[in-house]
């Protein structure tokens, strides 16, 4: 089991550009999650799929993030344009289908500095 | 809603005294809790969880948390900690296993 993947570690880019990250969920998990990490907001769900269907995005905080999920076992976060306010780390996780408490298996994140 | 609470956001402590760190919360449903850790340029990793049955859980590490219904805690325990142990922790609930809902987190510092 490789676990929850993400790429890339890391990502510099100026303001205005669009930016990609990505996630390869663990095989036969079917919940997935994109968390963004700050010094000052902490953890916050972005949205999560069930089943590569969006479930909840209440979280993406503006029109510039976007998120799919085409297939099982991918991912995108899109950011366009961004902007320095997005910089910040952002994880995947996934969570096992068969069991509604399982806990959920996060990658190691994307660190995004935007200058 | 749910919402986590840990009050603590910085705790120091000398290599092999005892630790605890405080976590409470807030739902309207009933709830699964968990710990999980966070070591530097690393992903969450899960510690314990407690779903139902026996209030003290164990998990990786040495590490235990103990679950009080009536005060909403998820306090978590180690009796003795070890330098290894320095990250961040944070406590978590999710509502019938759908969402998670994290608290702030606590930065453990393990001093020598």
């Known amino acids: 089991d490789a676990g929850v993947i993400q790429s890339p570690r890391h990502e510099v880019t100026e303001m205005g550009q669009e930016v990609t990250l990505r996630c390869k969920p663990i095989?036969?998990?079917?919940?997935l999650f994109w968390y963004r990490q700050t010094m000052m907001r902490g953890l916050e769900l972005l949205i999560y799929?069930?089943?590569?269907?969006?479930?909840?995005d209440s979280g993406m905080p503006e029109d510039r993030f976007s998120a799919k999920m085409p297939n099982a076992s991918f991912s995108t976060l899109k950011i366009q344009p961004s902007e320095p306010r997005d910089s910040a780390v952002y994880f995947c996780?996934?969570?096992?289908?068969?069991?509604?408490?399982?806990?959920?298996?996060f990658g190691n994140g994307t660190r995004l500095t935007v200058t | 809603a749910q919402s986590v609470t840990q009050l603590d956001s910085q705790v120091p402590v000398f290599e092999e005294a005892p630790v605890e760190l405080r976590c409470n919360y807030s739902?309207?449903?009933?709830?699964?809790l968990f710990w999980y850790v966070q070591y530097p340029n690393q992903g969450l990793q899960l510690l314990l969880k407690?779903?139902?049955?026996?209030?003290l859980v164990k998990g990786i590490n040495g590490f235990e948390a103990e679950f009080n219904k009536s005060q909403t805690s998820f306090h978590l325990r180690k009796p003795s900690v070890h330098i290894s142990d320095t990250a961040e922790y944070f406590c978590?609930?999710?509502?019938?296993?759908?969402?998670?809902?994290f608290g702030p987190g606590t930065r453990l510092s393990v001093l020598p």
């Open positions: 996780a996934s969570r096992d289908r068969d069991s509604y408490n399982s806990p959920l298996h």
């Open positions: 095989s036969g998990h079917d919940y």
């Open positions: 799929f069930n089943n590569n269907v969006p479930i909840d």
């Open positions: 739902s309207s449903v009933s709830v699964y």
């Open positions: 407690y779903l139902s049955g026996s209030t």
């Open positions: 978590a609930v999710s509502p019938y296993g759908q969402n998670f809902v």
